[in-house]
């Protein structure tokens, strides 16, 4: 891998409260890509009522905050992702429900669901070009949708959908064509984009520069725009996970156990749940008890993880916190200036 700044040893959560639910409510899914390391085949998926029975715990009993909806694909169980999206409608504790999806369930009538639930934020995966998405998209059942043409066929009702966000992932081996990605997004109408490098998959050296190299054209794009005025939204300067890819907070894995984090997902990792194993939706753990264990996943991770990997996993990470940072001062004139006119 090519020199980087050295970085540090993966910290250690600084928790003092839970502020996010994990809810990964199926590991199955109708796509294989090639970044991603969730193990799929042969887990159980959440029934409603362990949905409904989630959300109040975090809320009642670790005070609340943002909702996660991951998978698998969570569209391929619509009935519990309603469920916990109806548990939290009302209750003031839950500040905003994210649904993560490939985008192949969204009918219709999720749209009009979707439009009308005050706390919704859609986040949509997508690789960029027809070409790129398609490479690294391989579905599983032979009636599955094409998933370009797909989300081609409903981009009018992303569109016409609030607070809709591009997760744009760049595989090892579209790197040099992640800018390009970026161009093609764009020139579909989208604007709120969320950046994922593969994480945990080993890069090789070339495929590290080409992605520092697509990183300074992208933020040459975003900044062009934002010196335009053009509407351009990046959601990764507004988060930060202290362990890379994976989320932390109270995570309810698909068979109803709980973990300070989803590194499980993780087929190269799904050893470690036992590591992290802190409880169950019938045998909830109290906060500190959370917090104690999160304090060991990240040495968790290190000791578990192909050291080749994880220093891949670091270099891609290391680019992308430098992207961010030289976005925030083009991103702060943006607002000032926004505000101003």
């Known amino acids: 891998l090519p020199r980087l700044p050295r970085l ?69 169980v619509p009935d ?20 993560s999806t490939n985008g192949l369930g969204l009918t219709r009538e999720w ?9 919704a934020i859609l986040t949509v995966s997508m690789d960029g070009s027809a070409d790129d998405h398609r490479r690294q998209r391989r579905p599983v059942r032979t009636a599955v949708t094409d998933s370009y043409d797909h989300l081609l066929a409903i981009r009018d009702e992303l569109h016409r959908t609030p607070r809709v966000v591009i997760t744009q992932t760049i595989a090892p081996a579209t790197a040099s064509r992640a800018a390009a990605n970026l ?17 945990y998959v080993r890069w090789r050296t070339e495929q590290v520069r080409q992605l520092e190299q697509a990183f300074g054209s992208m933020a040459s794009l975003i900044t062009g725009r934002w010196q335009r005025k053009e509407r351009t939204y990046v959601r990764n300067l507004f988060t930060y996970a202290p362990t890379p890819f994976f989320n932390t907070g109270l995570v309810v894995d698909s068979d109803g156990t709980i973990h300070p984090s989803n590194i499980g997902l993780s087929g190269a990792l799904d050893h470690t749940r036992d590591l992290t194993l802190v409880g169950t939706l019938n045998n909830p753990p109290n906060q500190q008890q959370l917090i104690e264990s999160a304090a060991r996943v990240n040495d968790v991770l290190e000791a578990s993880l192909d050291p080749r990997v994880l220093a891949s996993t670091r270099a891609v990470d290391a680019l992308l916190t430098n992207f961010c940072r030289g976005l925030y001062p083009h991103w702060a004139r943006y607002r000032r200036e926004r505000g101003a006119a």
């Not at 540090?8 to 003092?16: E, N, V």
């Not at 519990?80 to 649904?99: F, G, N, Q, S």
Request: hydrophobic content about 40%; charged content about 25%.
């Open 111 to 119: 749209f009009a669901y979707l439009r009308a639930y005050p706390k």
């Open 80 to 99: 519990v992702v309603r469920a916990a999206m109806e548990e939290a409608r009302m209750d003031p504790k839950i500040t905003w429900v994210y649904l």
């Open 8 to 76: 540090p040893r993966l910290p250690r959560l600084p928790w003092t409260m839970v502020k996010q639910l994990i809810l990964t409510v199926t590991r199955d899914c109708n796509l294989r890509c090639s970044y991603c390391p969730t193990a799929k085949d042969g887990w159980p998926s959440l029934s409603p009522e362990e949905a409904r029975k989630a959300v109040r715990l975090f809320s009642d009993g670790f005070g609340g905050g943002n909702i996660k909806l991951f998978g698998g694909e969570p569209l391929l």
């Open 183 to 199: 161009e093609h997004l764009m020139g579909l109408g989208f604007w709120r984009f969320n950046f994922l490098p593969g994480y």
